[in-house]
């Protein structure tokens, strides 16, 4: 009904904005865009009622600014006019469609038609949907507010826990008396698949993150760092930090959905020298750290310490290191010309991985070629070599040590350590285990999915890869089960069979696995981009990160250094102001 609701006002919007364009056309002089060039006044309104409705379709009447919103419609409408416009229109007028070049200039007109009402769209869509609200709202609103009779609270803000609040959401539309509340770290979910984009500087990591708050209308999202459950009086328990005090949430169901983070199986050096990538942060800083050490290597003359700086080591052949290898490459490759003093050939990137091939997600014929080809652009790889440690400067392997004073660990996970709290028996690998829909056995009310979970795998009779795609559709279903629960319906069981892998391996090339059949390079890369763009949340980042992509295209990679080493870190600066504090106030005391 919500969505209905929406669809109708901005297709009156396009309608309205479409009566402006018919209005500024026959006032003006121009005679290239005439009513007649664009189809006459009832195409003209098919086009803005579709630019409208498929605008509310898509976009949050209350999210962004003006100028976003305008500059979305915009894209909108470029998007439109060549699917529509050109493509589909003329085809249902028996025309065949106009993608040649001297039709594709006679559409001119109407792509700046489309334009325009796209970011005129974009502009009065929000003023119009408030407008317009009160008198579509069938039923008067409710004069109390429902009293919260269950709780449902979902901890973890991926991909797992996003899709389960927005099954709950739908499923629960009409059950006002259930609270559902989302909690996690960070106020965004991370597409990890291009998060290694964001270490190579090929996007901005923005782009890769859509808001939590853009999922939801219900859904109440809280950030905060979960300390605790206490299931023996149902209730979760945040962390307090500096800015709040601790915060309790009480709860009738509890879904877990908090991923895993890495694993250094106990490894102290490591656990202190590397860098972890998992978060947004470890990209942001990674990124950061490769520029860093090209800034220093630069007016360093110490060859040794030329050669550690310019050395990039990432321990783990799985997707997560590959492809951070690949773009790492990429990038401190592509950054030389800027240093005057660095020859390319200073710069090694080295992969280390306990097995033989690597990408063993993929088939051996697969993660040979990955190699290979990785190999070409100047990557080196030690293969059947376990990391045993790692100091200052360096990584340790055995009796060997690799000088690098860039080390990133990808090479184990382990489930979040918060559900050695909830104080069930969990898997030899720390995960909880469920059954097929999703919940914990003879636990009542308590759910889990994703990573940090055992969830049984019915097209294979093991248990589910830690992958997006399986953690998204795990998420769906454990939703849709906690809201049959409560609403007294029968559950699902969870079936999905994988479509298929794909790994990028940086510029223009990539490795993949879809439905069986194997693909490689070029056309493997154009899929991992096409496929990994459509699955990234919301349209609007989408266009974000295309816009990335195509800039990429003509522009060297960017350099600006966010995170400046140098400086101390806030936490060392307010302990610095504190302790400067304390000293003024004892000296006032004394004097
Ligand atoms: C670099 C990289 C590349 C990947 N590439 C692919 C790929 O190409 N294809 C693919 O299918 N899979 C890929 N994966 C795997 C995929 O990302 C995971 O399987 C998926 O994210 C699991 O989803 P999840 O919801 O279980 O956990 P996550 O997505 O990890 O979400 C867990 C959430 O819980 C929150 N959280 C955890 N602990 C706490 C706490 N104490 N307090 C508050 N919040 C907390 C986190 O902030 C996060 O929001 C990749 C993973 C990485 C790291």
Same mark, same amino acid.
Request: proline share 6%; hydrophobic share 45%; aromatic share 8%.
């Given at each position: 009904?919500?969505?209905?609701?929406?669809?109708?006002?901005?297709?009156?919007?396009?309608?309205?904005?479409?009566?402006?364009?018919?209005?500024?056309?026959?006032?003006?002089?121009?005679?290239?865009?005439?009513?007649?060039? #664009?189809?006459?006044?009832?195409?003209?309104?098919?086009?803005?009622?579709?630019?409208?409705?498929?605008?509310?379709?898509?976009?949050?009447?209350?999210?962004?600014?003006?100028?976003?919103?305008?500059?979305?419609?915009?894209?909108?409408?470029? +998007?439109?006019?060549?699917?529509?416009?050109?493509?589909?229109?003329?085809?249902?007028?028996?025309?065949?469609h106009a993608w040649a070049a001297a039709d594709a200039v006679a559409a001119v007109p109407k792509l700046i038609t489309y334009l325009l009402q796209g970011g005129l769209i974009g502009l009065l869509y929000g003023v119009a949907y408030r407008w317009l609200e009160r008198p579509l709202t069938l039923a008067?609103?409710?004069?109390?507010?429902?009293?919260?009779?269950?709780?449902?609270?979902?901890?973890?803000?991926?991909?797992?826990?996003?899709?389960?609040?927005?099954?709950?959401? !739908?499923?629960?539309?009409?059950?006002?008396?259930?609270?559902?509340?989302?909690?996690?770290?960070?106020?965004?979910?991370?597409?990890?698949?291009?998060?290694?984009?964001?270490?190579?500087?090929?996007?901005?990591?923005?782009?890769?993150?859509?808001? #939590?708050?853009?999922?939801?209308?219900?859904?109440?999202?809280?950030?905060?760092?979960?300390?605790?459950?206490?299931?023996?009086?149902?209730?979760?328990?945040?962390?307090?930090?500096?800015?709040s005090p601790q915060k309790e949430l009480p709860f009738d169901h509890l879904v877990l959905t908090m991923g895993s983070i890495p694993n250094f199986f106990g490894n102290q050096g490591v656990a202190r020298e590397a860098f972890t990538f998992k978060s947004l942060d470890d990209a942001i800083l990674l990124?950061?750290?490769?520029?860093?050490?090209?800034?220093?290597?630069?007016?360093?003359?110490?060859?040794? !310490?030329?050669?550690?700086m310019l050395t990039f080591v990432v321990a783990g052949g799985g997707f997560a290191g590959v492809e951070l290898l690949g773009g790492i490459n990429d990038f401190a490759r592509g950054i030389c010309f800027y240093y005057p003093n660095v020859d390319p050939a200073e710069v090694r990137c080295v992969l280390?991985?306990?097995?033989?091939?690597?990408?063993?997600?993929?088939?051996?014929?697969?993660?040979?070629?990955?190699?290979? @080809?990785?190999?070409?652009?100047?990557?080196?790889?030690?293969?059947?070599?376990?990391?045993?440690?790692? !100091?200052?400067?360096?990584?340790?392997?055995?009796?060997?040590?690799?000088?690098?004073?860039?080390?990133?660990?990808?090479?184990?996970?382990?489930?979040?350590?918060?559900?050695?709290?909830?104080?069930?028996?969990?898997?030899?690998?720390?995960?909880?285990?469920?059954?097929?829909?999703?919940?914990?056995?003879?636990?009542?009310? +308590?759910?889990?999915?994703?990573?940090?979970?055992?969830?049984?795998?019915?097209?294979?009779?093991?248990?589910?890869?830690?992958?997006?795609?399986?953690?998204?559709?795990?998420?769906?279903?454990?939703?849709?089960?906690?809201?049959?629960?409560? #609403?007294? !319906?029968?559950? @699902?069981?969870?079936?999905?069979?994988?479509?298929?892998?794909?790994?990028?391996?940086?510029?223009?090339?990539?490795?993949?696995?879809?439905?069986?059949?194997?693909?490689?390079?070029?056309?493997?890369?154009?899929?991992?981009?096409?496929?990994?763009?459509?699955?990234?949340?919301?349209?609007? @980042?989408?266009?974000?990160?295309?816009?990335?992509?195509?800039?990429?295209?003509?522009?060297?990679?960017?350099?600006?250094?966010?995170?400046?080493?140098?400086?101390?870190?806030?936490?060392?600066?307010?302990?610095?102001?504190? @302790?400067?504090?304390?000293?003024?106030?004892?000296?006032?005391?004394?004097?």
């Open positions: 009904m919500y969505l209905a609701r929406r669809t109708a006002v901005g297709g009156l919007t396009g309608l309205l904005t479409a009566l402006i364009i018919m209005l500024l056309i026959t006032g003006a002089a121009d005679d290239q865009i005439t009513l007649a060039a #664009l189809g006459g006044p009832v195409w003209v309104s098919v086009a803005g009622m579709l630019i409208g409705g498929s605008y509310a379709l898509l976009f949050d009447p209350r999210a962004g600014g003006p100028a976003e919103h305008a500059v979305t419609g915009m894209v909108l409408g470029i +998007l439109l006019w060549f699917v529509w416009a050109i493509s589909l229109q003329p085809l249902l007028l028996g025309r065949g008067p609103p409710p004069v109390t507010i429902p009293t919260i009779t269950t709780r449902v609270v979902v901890l973890g803000g991926g991909y797992a826990g996003v899709a389960a609040a927005q099954a709950l959401e !739908k499923e629960l539309a009409k059950a006002p008396h259930v609270a559902v509340w989302l909690v996690s770290q960070n106020n965004y979910l991370i597409h990890t698949p291009m998060l290694s984009e964001v270490s190579a500087s090929a996007v901005n990591a923005q782009n890769i993150s859509p808001t #939590l708050r853009s999922f939801f209308q219900r859904v109440q999202v809280v950030q905060g760092d979960i300390d605790r459950v206490d299931m023996a009086q149902r209730r979760v328990i945040l962390s307090p930090d500096a800015r990124r950061n750290q490769i520029i860093d050490m090209f800034e220093r290597a630069d007016v360093e003359t110490d060859p040794a !310490k030329r050669r550690r280390v991985h306990s097995r033989d091939t690597i990408l063993p997600e993929l088939s051996q014929e697969l993660g040979e070629f990955a190699r290979e @080809k990785l190999t070409e652009r100047g990557v080196e790889f030690l293969l059947g070599v376990r990391v045993t440690g790692a !100091k200052p400067g360096a990584v340790l392997m055995g009796s060997d040590e690799l000088p690098s004073d860039t080390f990133v660990w990808t090479a184990g996970n382990q489930p979040s350590p918060v559900l050695k709290t909830v104080g069930v028996p969990l898997t030899s690998r720390g995960q909880l285990e469920v059954n097929a829909e999703l919940a914990v056995p003879n636990v009542a009310g +308590l759910w889990a999915a994703g990573d940090c979970a055992q969830v049984p795998d019915a097209t294979t009779g093991g248990y589910a890869p830690p992958t997006a795609q399986h953690a998204l559709r795990e998420g769906k279903v454990l939703g849709y089960n906690v809201a049959a629960t409560i #609403l007294g !319906k029968p559950l @699902k069981p969870f079936y999905f069979k994988q479509l298929g892998s794909l790994a990028a391996l940086g510029h223009q090339l990539a490795v993949a696995e879809v439905f069986g059949r194997r693909f490689s390079g070029f056309l493997a890369w154009l899929m991992w981009r096409g496929i990994y763009l459509s699955k990234l949340p919301t349209l609007q @980042k989408q266009v974000r990160v295309l816009l990335d992509w195509v800039l990429d295209i003509f522009f060297p990679p960017d350099i600006v250094q966010t995170v400046n080493f140098s400086r101390p870190s806030a936490a060392q600066r307010l302990h610095e102001r504190e @302790k400067l504090d304390a000293e003024l106030r004892q000296a006032e005391v004394q004097s």
